[in-house]
């Protein structure tokens, strides 16, 4: 599900992580969209031929920066090596909002198609931990529609939380969003 440790030599680590902080302070600075491969590889002096080794474009290198930066947040937790509970469930939705928040925070200006691409890869990796939870329920019942109703909850409630001006404090507004996304996996407790 959620690999931690990718099998790659230390160079190719280095650079991709040269790479990383390069686009992460660039994203600080000005708007993905107005971010040119250009600026990341003069940033992390790299050329562009080693930028395009590592990937395919601007899109790809967001994809996987969110895929990293939000799989530290769940090992964090070590959410991915734990099974579905309520209060698993409860530190999941703590994770995602304070995840986006924190991204908002720091992002400069996030634009909608920004914010587009962030939402697919992170329901992506919720509905990855969820259905891996569910599963080990060795329910009879599908996983697919409760990962998926679970799934869209979950993101759809940080996305509001991390765009209120006025943030109730996080572990109360986590409290009360919990039972609104419990409801649909307590079929698996």
Not at 56 to 69: F, R
Not at 76 to 85: E, G, I, S, V
Request: hydrophobic share 40%; net charge negative.
């Amino acid at each position: 599900m959620l690999p931690t440790n990718e099998k790659l030599d230390p160079r190719v680590k280095r650079t991709r992580g040269l790479i990383l902080q390069a686009f992460e302070s660039l994203l600080a600075e000005k708007n993905f969209e107005n971010i040119s491969v250009q600026d990341v590889t003069e940033k992390a002096q790299v050329n562009r031929a080693t930028f395009y080794a590592h990937f395919e474009d601007k899109y790809a290198l967001l994809d996987y920066s969110i895929t990293q930066m939000f799989r530290q947040e769940i090992d964090k937790r070590t959410l991915n090596a734990c099974h579905y509970t309520p209060e698993n469930l409860r530190s999941l939705i703590l994770a995602v909002c304070e995840f986006l928040s924190k991204l908002h925070h720091e992002c400069a200006q996030p634009h909608q198609q920004f914010e587009s691409l962030v939402e697919t890869q992170i329901k992506k990796q919720i509905y990855e931990l969820l259905s891996l939870w569910l599963k080990q329920t060795k329910s009879p019942i599908s996983t697919d529609i409760p990962a998926t109703v679970a799934t869209w909850a979950i993101y759809g409630l940080a996305s509001y939380y991390s765009h209120l001006k006025k943030r109730p404090a996080l572990e109360t507004f986590v409290d009360e969003a919990l039972p609104l996304v419990a409801v649909n996996l307590e079929q698996f407790a």
